[in-house]
Every structure is written in C-alpha cells, then in structure tokens.
C-alpha cells in the first residue's frame, strides 16, 4: 500500500470500524442492561445454546475474550443463575458449561433487543448492500486470519 490515498482509506476504514465496534457495544449494553445481562453475558448464552457444553476455554475463543476473563464471567453467571458447570470434569479437568432455564429465558428476552439494535444499525441499507457488507467483512477478516 505505497499510495499514500490507499493508505489514508485503510487507516479512516480501521477506524471506521474501531468505532462501529464501539457503537454498537454500547447500544447493545443500554438494550441488554433493564435484562440484568451485558453484552459478554448475551455472547455467552448465544454461544451456549449454538453449542450447547462446550467448556470454557472454547466458550472464551468464541466469544473473543480470555480465558481468566471467560472464568471470572461464568462465575458471575453462575451465581445469577443463567448458567451451570457439569459436575464431572471433562478433558483438561474443564467442566462444560450449560445455561439453565432462566439463562434460556434471559437469552430470549435479549435477543427481540438485539435485533433491534442490529436493525438500527443496518437500517440504513438495502439488502444488496448489506450482502457487500458482510462480504467485505468477511473477506478482511480472513486476510487477517490467512497466515
């Protein structure tokens, strides 16, 4: 990227999406937080019930935070009761994890909210730009990821 024009576009696109990032974590909380669950908690239940339990070292990986932070946010759920470890450890000595009916419940209620927000968010755009979106999306993300 030689072109100082090419430079300055990926550097306003990073940012652009830095802060589209941020927006939208910050609406997802105001939507999430009169339910008692922030967004990381929303994350977690989403991802439990798509892979219902998985441990936490895997439910951290997807949900894009450590392993210590992941630990230390099911504990929480734990005692709020939207959560449940196994009772017999499995590999690694790490017990799956599982929502508990209240945990599907708060799931529910939050994700009519989130949609909500996700529909702000696109509203802006027709569905053709909203494919491009997401394919343009797809395509940076996996450049990164490419080694």
């Not at 669950?37 to 929303?42: G, I």
């Amino acid at each position: 990227m030689n072109d100082p024009a090419d430079a300055a576009l990926a550097k306003e696109l990073g940012i652009l999406l830095k802060a589209t990032q941020a927006a939208l974590h910050h609406r997802m909380d105001e939507a999430l937080r009169p339910l008692g669950l922030t967004v990381s908690q929303y994350a977690c239940l989403s991802t439990l019930r798509a892979q219902p339990g998985i441990t936490g070292s895997e439910l951290a990986r997807r949900t894009f935070v450590s392993r210590q932070s992941m630990n230390v946010l099911v504990q929480g759920m734990e005692r709020q009761g939207l959560v449940e470890r196994a009772e017999e450890p499995g590999p690694r000595r790490e017990r799956a994890v599982a929502p508990t009916p209240a945990g599907t419940a708060a799931l529910v209620a939050a994700e009519s909210r989130v949609a909500d927000v996700m529909g702000r968010m696109l509203g802006g755009l027709g569905p053709e730009e909203r494919v491009a979106l997401r394919d343009a999306l797809v395509a940076s993300r996996d450049a990164l990821l490419d080694d």
